[in-house]
């Protein structure tokens, strides 16, 4: 299972490197803790009481690599079976992680609430 942990290591140091630029300070420390808190205690395992009736074994040997640029692929027409019914008041579209506001409509948002990505929160 080592081996499996430092796939999922190794991918998440190649994405942390090519976000640092953009992200606040306090957002990468957590992620750069996240992972060592990850390192310290890998993948929880059926011996462990809360997962004991969990095997997360198909997860941690799926090989996993994070999406790219999944932005530029999703068209309008994708969206259309995972839309709510009804009114609602503002649809908000990620694609790997990433807001898309051009796929997004918050037209219709409460007096006072804003959309807005963390670096600018």
């Not at 090519?18 to 606040?24: E, F, K, L, S």
């Not at 996240?34 to 059926?46: D, K, N, Y």
């Not at 790219?68 to 692929?73: I, R």
């Amino acid at each position: 299972m080592a081996a499996l942990l430092d796939s999922y290591v190794a991918e998440a140091e190649r994405a942390g490197g090519a976000r640092r630029d953009g992200d606040p300070a306090w957002l990468t420390d957590i992620r750069r803790r996240a992972l060592e808190r990850f390192v310290a205690l890998g993948f929880p395992t059926t011996r462990e009481e809360e997962w004991r009736f969990t095997s997360i074994a198909p997860i941690a040997e799926t090989p996993f690599v994070l999406a790219t640029n999944g932005v530029s692929t999703v068209q309008p027409g994708d969206l259309e079976p995972l839309r709510l019914p009804g009114d609602t008041a503002a649809t908000l579209v990620f694609a790997n992680g990433q807001y898309v506001p051009a796929l997004s409509d918050v037209g219709r948002l409460p007096h006072g609430v804003r959309i807005d990505n963390l670096a600018r929160a």
